[in-house]
């Protein structure tokens, strides 16, 4: 499935849950940004929680925590949790996503082409 059907498919489940995604004014559209923004942030921080532990159980025997392997399915469910708030976020914008993301690889391939072997 490509990214924008995905998209598409996230926020047709946010209008029917009463998520929204067009306002009337300018300010409501901004409120919502921060709203979803400080959900993204939290998604992050969710997902840098789980990291961080098992980092320390990797460096600290004494420290119980999961393993990388373990703590997989959490990761997995903290980076999706984060890409719906930017497909949110986008659509809210009225950002294509899919082609803004398209245009970033080009430009970073062009910045990091003498990297490149």
């Given at each position: ?81 984060t890409a719906i ?7 809210i914008l009225k ?11 080009k430009a970073n ?9």
């Open positions: 499935m490509e990214l924008s059907a995905l998209i598409r498919r996230q926020i047709e489940r946010d209008r029917r849950r009463g998520f929204p995604v067009e306002f009337s004014t300018e300010g409501e559209q901004i409120q919502q940004l921060m709203r979803d923004l400080v959900g993204l942030l939290g998604e992050v921080g969710e997902f840098a929680n789980i990291l961080k532990k098992v980092e320390l159980g990797r460096t600290n025997p004494r420290y119980v925590a999961p393993s990388l392997a373990d703590a997989q399915s959490d990761l997995e469910e903290e980076l999706a949790d708030y930017l497909f949110r976020l986008s659509e950002v294509d996503l899919e082609e803004a993301i398209l245009t970033k690889i391939d062009q910045r990091y082409k003498k990297l490149e072997g």
